[in-house]
């Protein structure tokens, strides 16, 4: 911009300098009018991608979501850099006018936060007149900060004493370590377990970080640590299971995950099993079970599930298939399908626009999925009377429109793969129009193993079958705490600090259903 000393003398440069100067600020107002028309397309296609609940769950349309969040945050970025350059500028007829960029409406800042009073001096007299001043109110500004992590160093004094007539020596007992001979605290144990298993980061990075900040702590130290935290937390993995094996329906889906062999990886496997009654008005807690496999061999769903003779919402994957046999002990597992699993098939097709019946055939599904929405939450016996009256209809309707297109298809046709996907496993479909507890889908499998989908591109690979073994554990109680809305680090702190001296009848109490009653009852005293 040309400073009042640098200005031409006469008035033909001036209105060169002048003309020079608003064409540059047209440009950098143009630019930030295309960035503002950017702006708003992606906030429109990220937010019908996030209200897409039953569209394409693999790990390929979460990337695309991230890469057009990212977008969109760089063209934020560069409108209001543009903005900021262009200045303020009268309206007139030879400007660009520019998309109005709405900012979010600010919403106060968190009441919890303490606040720190920074008073502005005011002055000893009226700077007018220099008469004496008299405080009439005040305006108070708020901005966020943030403290950095503080480090400290906690000493337990443990005073001795000897008595003036036996000489003996009394002292108090020493304080309890989580891990013997280790001198971490609970917070600072949960805070590594929760950044290696709930936030993806492998513990050479975290060694790294620590070390920026001045604190030392060797790679295998914090393994040696996560080893001894995974067995001490081994009791409640156990009230975990029991209680995930004695819901009446559970979800079941598996993930791959990478593991570390003889110079190279093998796909070994992480199995998911979820109860969450919610859906059906179920009085009992949520939670999720995982488990660590080499393979996806049928033997391993078997051995979880030894025991469990309830529903299994699952897809149609072979290995489940022993479950369901009808001489099975303690007996047959009852099947319930994914329909968002189905309808997946059917909107690749119609994505792709290959094939207007698939788009049919995705109407069809997604008008029983809205039915559904609607008795999300609702009783056993709610839920059954609004599938009898409303949704065994339409699929029954579906099931005679898949019939009669299937006739016409060739066998080698991939919508007709779709269809025999859905006819060949009729019953398992539509069983949930006689059982209120039946959910429409396997989502909440889903959702469980979408963090360690997405943590694969953070930590690459498990080290090992028991770092596998060890992951599905701390998944285990990570998941759990986040189906019940507890913290997850808050509560492994306070567990980790608690847990070797509760009593063993009592450990149900450290569950995070139980933390949470707990802590909001303490909060209410």
């Given at each position: ?133 008299v ?50 605290g609970?917070s ?69 995950v ?18 969450d ?33 309830g ?38 097709l ?83 129009l006689d ?45 759990t ?7 997850p ?37």
């Open positions: 911009m040309t400073s009042p000393e640098t200005l031409p003398a006469d008035i033909a440069a001036l209105q060169t300098a002048l003309t020079a100067e608003r064409a540059a600020r047209q440009q950098a107002e143009a630019r930030a009018s295309g960035a503002e028309a950017m702006v708003a397309y992606l906030k429109l296609l990220i937010a019908k991608m996030k209200r897409e609940r039953f569209g394409q769950s693999a790990e390929r349309g979460r990337k695309l979501l991230d890469q057009l969040e990212l977008q969109l945050e760089e063209l934020e970025a560069s409108a209001t850099e543009d903005a900021v350059a262009a200045g303020p500028v009268e309206p007139d007829a030879t400007s660009v006018r520019s998309l109005t960029h709405k900012k979010p409406v600010r919403a106060p800042l968190p009441a919890h936060l303490p606040r720190e009073r920074v008073v502005v001096p005011a002055p000893p007299s009226c700077p007018c007149c220099g008469g004496k001043l405080k009439l109110g005040e305006d108070v500004t708020e901005t966020l900060e943030v403290v950095p992590r503080q480090w400290k160093v906690i000493q337990t004094v443990r005073e001795k004493f000897s008595c003036r007539s036996c000489e003996k020596i009394t002292q108090p007992p020493a304080p309890f370590h989580v891990i013997p001979r280790a001198r971490a609970a600072l144990l949960a805070m590594i377990l929760y950044a290696k298993f709930g936030e993806h980061q492998p513990l050479n990075r975290q060694s790294e970080s620590y070390a920026r900040e001045g604190i030392e702590l060797d790679v295998s130290t914090l393994a040696d640590w996560v080893g001894a935290c995974t067995a001490s937390l081994a009791p409640l993995l156990e009230l975990i299971r029991h209680h995930v094996l004695a819901g009446e329906r559970v979800h079941g889906d598996d993930t791959t990478p593991v570390l062999a003889k110079q190279k990886t093998v796909i070994g496997r992480v199995w998911a099993y979820v109860r009654d919610r859906p059906f008005a179920g009085p009992d807690p949520p939670a999720a079970l995982f488990f660590y496999s080499r393979n996806r061999s049928g033997e391993h769903p078997n051995r979880h599930l030894a025991g469990y003779a529903i299994l919402q699952a897809d149609a994957y072979a290995g489940f298939g022993d479950l369901y046999d009808a001489k099975r002990k303690p007996g047959p597992i009852t099947e319930a399908a994914c329909w968002s699993h189905s309808r997946r098939k059917f909107f690749e119609a994505d792709l626009g290959k094939s207007p019946l698939a788009v049919e055939a995705v109407r069809r599904i997604d008008a029983i999925f809205a039915i559904e929405r609607e008795i999300n939450s609702a009783t056993v016996e709610q839920r059954l009377a609004v599938r009898q009256e409303r949704v065994k209809p339409l699929v029954g309707e579906f099931e005679g429109w898949m019939l009669a297109e299937r006739a016409r298809l060739s066998r080698h046709a991939d919508l007709a793969k779709a269809i025999d996907y859905m006819l060949k496993r009729g019953p398992a479909f539509t069983r949930f059982d209120g507890r039946i959910c429409l889908s396997n989502n909440a499998a889903e959702r469980a193993l979408r963090g360690i989908a997405l943590g694969r591109r953070a930590w690459l690979f498990a080290g090992s079958d028991r770092g596998g073994e060890r992951a599905a554990a701390m998944y285990t109680l990570i998941a705490a986040k189906l019940n809305s507890v913290d680090q808050a509560w492994l702190a306070d567990v980790l600090r608690r847990i070797a001296d509760h009593p063993a009848s009592q450990l149900h109490e450290l569950l995070p259903w139980h933390w949470k009653l707990r802590e909001t009852r303490a909060a209410a005293a």
